[in-house]
Protein backbone atom coordinates (compact mmCIF):
# COMPACT_ATOMS: atom_id res chain seq x y z
CA UNK A 1 0.00 0.00 0.00
CA UNK A 2 1.37 3.12 -0.64
CA UNK A 3 1.82 5.84 1.47
CA UNK A 4 2.65 9.35 1.08
CA UNK A 5 3.03 11.00 4.96
CA UNK A 6 3.52 15.12 5.46
CA UNK A 7 5.05 16.90 8.02
CA UNK A 8 6.96 20.25 9.58
CA UNK A 9 3.63 22.33 8.96
CA UNK A 10 3.02 24.83 11.85
CA UNK A 11 2.88 28.55 12.27
CA UNK A 12 5.22 30.87 11.51
CA UNK A 13 6.07 34.74 11.58
CA UNK A 14 6.32 36.75 8.33
CA UNK A 15 9.79 35.87 7.04
CA UNK A 16 10.45 32.70 8.65
CA UNK A 17 11.62 29.39 7.16
CA UNK A 18 9.65 25.82 7.66
CA UNK A 19 10.70 22.66 6.21
CA UNK A 20 7.99 20.04 5.01
CA UNK A 21 8.71 16.60 4.70
CA UNK A 22 7.03 13.81 2.94
CA UNK A 23 8.15 10.43 3.53
CA UNK A 24 6.81 7.80 1.00
CA UNK A 25 6.46 4.31 0.99
CA UNK A 26 4.51 1.18 -0.54
CA UNK A 27 6.47 0.98 -3.92
CA UNK A 28 9.57 2.40 -5.64
CA UNK A 29 9.33 5.72 -6.92
CA UNK A 30 12.30 6.07 -9.89
CA UNK A 31 10.44 7.32 -12.64
CA UNK A 32 8.17 9.12 -10.76
CA UNK A 33 7.45 13.20 -10.30
CA UNK A 34 7.19 13.95 -6.95
CA UNK A 35 5.52 17.49 -5.84
CA UNK A 36 4.21 19.36 -3.41
CA UNK A 37 1.06 21.43 -3.96
CA UNK A 38 -0.98 23.81 -1.98
CA UNK A 39 -4.65 25.09 -1.18
CA UNK A 40 -6.00 27.59 0.45
CA UNK A 41 -9.28 28.54 1.85
CA UNK A 42 -11.56 29.33 -1.57
CA UNK A 43 -8.69 28.44 -3.92
CA UNK A 44 -7.98 25.89 -5.98
CA UNK A 45 -5.21 23.46 -5.69
CA UNK A 46 -1.90 24.58 -7.33
CA UNK A 47 1.47 23.05 -8.04
CA UNK A 48 4.18 24.28 -5.94
CA UNK A 49 7.44 22.95 -6.96
CA UNK A 50 8.57 19.11 -8.06
CA UNK A 51 11.01 16.90 -8.79
CA UNK A 52 12.11 14.04 -10.92
CA UNK A 53 13.22 11.16 -8.74
CA UNK A 54 15.85 9.70 -10.82
CA UNK A 55 17.50 12.92 -11.90
CA UNK A 56 16.55 15.73 -9.94
CA UNK A 57 14.69 17.82 -12.64
CA UNK A 58 12.73 20.63 -10.53
CA UNK A 59 10.15 23.23 -11.51
CA UNK A 60 8.61 25.93 -9.44
CA UNK A 61 6.08 28.10 -9.77
CA UNK A 62 6.76 31.52 -9.96
CA UNK A 63 5.43 32.73 -6.77
CA UNK A 64 8.18 30.72 -4.79
CA UNK A 65 11.31 31.06 -6.81
CA UNK A 66 14.06 32.28 -4.95
CA UNK A 67 11.82 31.55 -2.08
CA UNK A 68 11.54 27.51 -2.18
CA UNK A 69 13.92 24.59 -2.71
CA UNK A 70 12.62 20.90 -3.27
CA UNK A 71 14.55 18.50 -2.95
CA UNK A 72 14.59 14.77 -1.92
CA UNK A 73 16.89 11.85 -0.63
CA UNK A 74 16.45 8.60 -2.04
CA UNK A 75 17.99 6.24 1.02
CA UNK A 76 15.15 8.01 2.98
CA UNK A 77 12.74 7.98 0.38
CA UNK A 78 11.71 11.24 1.34
CA UNK A 79 10.93 14.44 -0.59
CA UNK A 80 11.48 17.78 1.41
CA UNK A 81 10.37 21.86 0.61
CA UNK A 82 12.25 24.27 2.66
CA UNK A 83 10.42 27.37 2.35
CA UNK A 84 12.14 30.45 3.38
CA UNK A 85 10.82 34.30 3.43
CA UNK A 86 7.71 33.10 3.72
CA UNK A 87 4.62 35.52 3.27
CA UNK A 88 1.00 35.55 4.58
CA UNK A 89 -0.11 34.72 0.89
CA UNK A 90 1.65 30.99 1.36
CA UNK A 91 -0.92 30.41 4.04
CA UNK A 92 -2.31 26.94 3.05
CA UNK A 93 -2.42 23.07 3.31
CA UNK A 94 0.76 21.63 1.49
CA UNK A 95 -0.29 17.95 0.13
CA UNK A 96 3.07 15.90 -1.33
CA UNK A 97 1.96 13.85 -4.39
CA UNK A 98 3.77 11.27 -6.42
CA UNK A 99 2.59 10.72 -9.92
CA UNK A 100 4.11 8.49 -12.40
CA UNK A 101 5.94 9.53 -15.88
CA UNK A 102 2.72 8.11 -17.40
CA UNK A 103 0.40 9.64 -15.28
CA UNK A 104 -1.32 6.35 -14.74
CA UNK A 105 -0.54 6.27 -11.30
CA UNK A 106 -1.00 9.08 -8.88
CA UNK A 107 -0.54 9.26 -5.11
CA UNK A 108 -1.55 11.98 -2.43
CA UNK A 109 -1.03 12.79 1.16
CA UNK A 110 -2.93 13.58 3.52
CA UNK A 111 -1.49 17.18 3.94
CA UNK A 112 0.04 19.42 6.33
CA UNK A 113 -1.16 23.20 7.29
CA UNK A 114 1.52 26.46 6.87
CA UNK A 115 -0.16 29.28 8.90
CA UNK A 116 2.07 32.64 7.77
CA UNK A 117 0.97 35.00 10.28
CA UNK A 118 2.01 38.00 12.68
Known amino acids: QVQLVESGGGLVQPGGSLRLSCAAS????????MGWFRQAPGKERESVATITWIYGATYYTDSVKGRFTISRDNAKNTVYLQMNSLKPEDTAVYYC???????????WGQGTQVTVSS
Open 97 to 107: RARSSSGQYEY
Open 26 to 33: GRTFSGYT
